[in-house]
């Protein structure tokens, strides 16, 4: 949490001179500890070590260090954001499926397998191996994984209106037609 906040941070402030000058840094600091000072130096410790794995880059001058995010960093964050993604609250069926088909490389075994725990930890239905379905919108969903592993080449979603043996994809999400 306080390694995804110390790069949500760098994101939301661009390059960081200050720490104190970071918009909403005061409701960042007491999700993280209810102490600013206890809070701070987690942030400092977390920005140390993403410095350290090349996630940040660490300018010196003086007493004052300048934090920027690297392109490793802002993937790092949007895995971390896949990993958290809940999606919004389902008001009402639009009658549509969403049939997610994904062809994902042995070489990408890791990213296949989070990507397949992530829909159906989401509640999506696996209809084969690599095709899932979902009622709900998932585009959002779609975008973080695509901006944390690349997936533009290997992920489509196809919007259906029927599917052939329904019953069972309605029955699963207690949906009427």
Known sequence: MVTKTALALLMVGGGIVA????????????????????????????????????????????????????????????????????????????????????????????????????LSELGFYRLQNSVFVTPHNCKELIMLADRAFDLKTCVRVILAEAIDNEQHLLNFFKLKR
């Open 19 to 118: 720490l104190a000058l970071v918009p909403g840094l005061g409701a960042a600091l007491r999700l993280l500890d209810p102490n600013p000072r206890k809070a701070m130096r987690k942030i400092e410790r977390a920005l140390k070590n993403l410095a350290n794995d090349g996630e940040v880059e660490v300018d010196v001058h003086g007493k004052r260090k300048r934090y920027r995010i690297t392109p490793s960093g802002t993937q790092k964050l949007a895995r971390l954001e896949f990993e958290a993604y809940q999606p919004p609250r389902f008001k009402s069926w639009d009658k549509k499926w969403r049939v997610v088909c994904f062809d994902i490389p042995e070489t990408e075994k890791y990213t296949r397998t989070l990507f397949q725990t992530k």
